[in-house]
């Protein structure tokens, strides 16, 4: 005959508990992985297309240049141009008033040199300093004009005849 079987062994609801959460923890566990290795995709994908192959200051390669690594740092933008503003009474460069003698020097070395006349300086002036400018060398040497008025319009109005103000 068959024996009969025997009774199971008591219920512990602490054990139960303590397998339960162990469980939830490795299944929690599992997906802040799966998640973090996603978001990591992610943010390489992104950086390539951001970036291009190479990973710039990191030294890790990847660069289309075919230099041996002696060139210097080249800034992004270049020197100041010198901006020189000329009335009757005075001469500033780049916003400090100065001698005409000291402008020139001053910006003699510059890149570029911008001329911006004022509405009482003589014609005369703002040719002279041009030219002794040029003579000194400086390179690129811009005057900008003054805004000319038709003698028509009255006082008041903006430059075009048709956009009188109000």
Not at 28 to 57: C, D, H, Q
Not at 122 to 136: N, P, W, Y
Request: proline share 10%.
């Amino acid at each position: 005959m068959t024996q009969p079987t025997p009774p199971p062994p008591p219920y512990d609801r602490k054990l139960a508990r303590d397998v339960a959460r162990q469980l939830d923890r490795r299944r929690t566990r599992r997906r802040l992985t799966v998640w973090s290795a996603l978001l990591a995709l992610v943010i390489a994908a992104a950086s390539y297309l951001r970036f291009g192959g190479g990973l710039g200051t990191l030294g890790l390669g990847g660069g289309r240049g075919d230099g041996d690594g002696d060139e210097q740092s080249r800034a992004l933008t270049g020197p100041p141009r010198c901006t020189i503003r000329i009335s009757a009474s005075d001469l500033t460069v780049n916003g400090r008033p100065t001698s005409r003698d000291a402008a020139i020097a001053a910006c003699k070395v510059a890149p570029g040199v911008d001329i911006f006349p004022t509405g009482d300086v003589r014609h005369g002036d703002v040719e002279a300093l041009e030219a002794a400018i040029k003579a000194a060398g400086a390179k690129d040497v811009v005057l900008h004009p003054l805004p000319r008025r038709s003698p028509d319009t009255p006082s008041g109005t903006g430059a075009d005849p048709g956009s009188a103000r109000p």
